[in-house]
């Protein structure tokens, strides 16, 4: 059996890596997105969090369990959506510039020109998630080391699987206003519809089954669980934590087949 060269290792990465590299730099020259990503979460949570706190307790929770403390995991999954978002809209921005034409007539194949998007784009959404992570204290989620860890893997998969979904959007789309249409009406309704914002029970059961086929509701599931490794009951009803991660795996790997798959069908 041929062993695999180190040579032919780096031609396969350099271009995935170069296309990474090129998110970091473009996201260091452009520190006002940091600011769009991490702000509008963090507003909701404070006026959500204060404003629903007295009226609201989610099911299965301890006493003295608050609202803000229940919504904290979506929070984390709206800057994952919103950093995700930001980072493939500028697809369309490569494509008017005409960059993205240059990277096409190069001798590679689109599936790593995919490849090399979706890392960077997922690299700047977990950073900035890990950020927000910071704030569990304030949220009353007393994290161990491990419970940290786990839940900034579980972080990871999410951004990777919407960023992929961000970029399925953006390689069909000619215009910004068009991905904008195209989000409001399928990427914010996953976040709504994820447990984020309020959980399956109670609902009618027809909402039930749409939040249990929606694939971002075992990320969000993931990633209480991973925050209360240790307290297991303070993460409420949702699924377990390993069908859950299989099925965040899932999300993410079909997403971004689906990306590979337009981006070989797109004419540039």
């Known amino acids: 059996m041929e062993r695999v060269r180190p040579k032919t290792i780096w031609r396969f990465l350099l271009p995935v890596a170069t296309l990474w590299w090129r998110e ?53 999954a709206m800057v994952l959506l919103f950093t995700a978002v930001f980072a493939t809209i500028t697809i369309i921005d490569d494509r008017r510039e005409g960059f993205l034409q240059a990277v096409l007539v190069a001798p590679i194949s689109r599936s790593r020109i995919v490849c090399g998007q979706a890392l960077g784009c997922t690299t700047l959404a977990w950073l900035q998630g890990v950020l927000f992570l910071l704030l569990a204290p304030a949220a009353g989620v007393s994290l161990t080391p491990f419970a940290a860890v786990a ?50 029970s109670g609902v009618p059961v027809w909402l039930q089954w749409i939040m249990r086929l929606d694939p971002l509701t075992y990320g969000v599931a993931a990633l209480r669980r991973c925050l209360y490794l240790e307290n297991p009951v303070l993460a409420g009803e949702v699924p377990p934590l390993l069908p859950s991660l299989a099925l965040t795996l ?19």
């Not at 999300?251 to 797109?266: L, P, S, W, Y």
Request: charge should be positive; avoid cysteine; glycine fraction near 12%.
């Open 24 to 76: 970091m730099v473009r996201f260091v020259r452009q520190r006002h997105r940091l600011l769009g990503t991490l702000g509008q979460p963090l507003l909701f949570w404070i006026l959500l969090g204060g404003g629903l706190g007295g009226s609201f307790r989610p099911p299965g929770g301890p006493e003295g369990f608050s609202y803000a403390e229940y919504v904290y995991p979506g929070m984390i």
């Open 151 to 200: 839940s900034a893997a579980v972080m990871f998969l999410v951004a990777f699987a919407l960023t992929s979904l961000g970029l399925v959007i953006a390689w069909r789309m000619e215009t910004i206003q068009g991905f904008h249409a195209i989000m409001n009406l399928i990427l914010v309704p996953i976040w709504l519809l994820s447990g984020a914002f309020f959980p399956a």
């Open 250 to 268: 899932v999300f993410g790997v079909v997403a971004f087949v689906a990306a590979a798959a337009t981006a070989r069908r797109t004419a540039i």
